[in-house]
């Protein structure tokens, strides 16, 4: 079963970042829109997603929520 996650990429102020990568390993991959988010869809029961070539999550996907946020070095604002 997959799962649709909202990646929203922001900055030191909270302000979503426009063009960051945004990835899961051996899966999905995309960059973010004018408002910073991308939509990654999730296969597995375990995943890894990286911002900017940053490990930003490392887990299983039961514990992602509908919107997770990251900054642009893959760390939690």
Do not use: H
Request: glycine content about 16%.
């Amino acid at each position: 079963m997959s799962k649709a996650v909202k990646i929203y990429v922001v900055d030191d102020d909270g302000n979503g970042l426009y063009g960051q990568k945004v990835y899961e390993y051996n899966g999905d991959s995309g960059y973010t829109n004018k408002d910073g988010f991308f939509m990654l869809t999730l296969e597995g029961s375990d995943t890894t997603i990286y911002v900017n070539g940053f490990t930003a999550y490392d887990g299983s996907v039961s514990r992602l929520g509908k919107k997770e946020t990251f900054t642009k070095s893959g760390g939690r604002p």
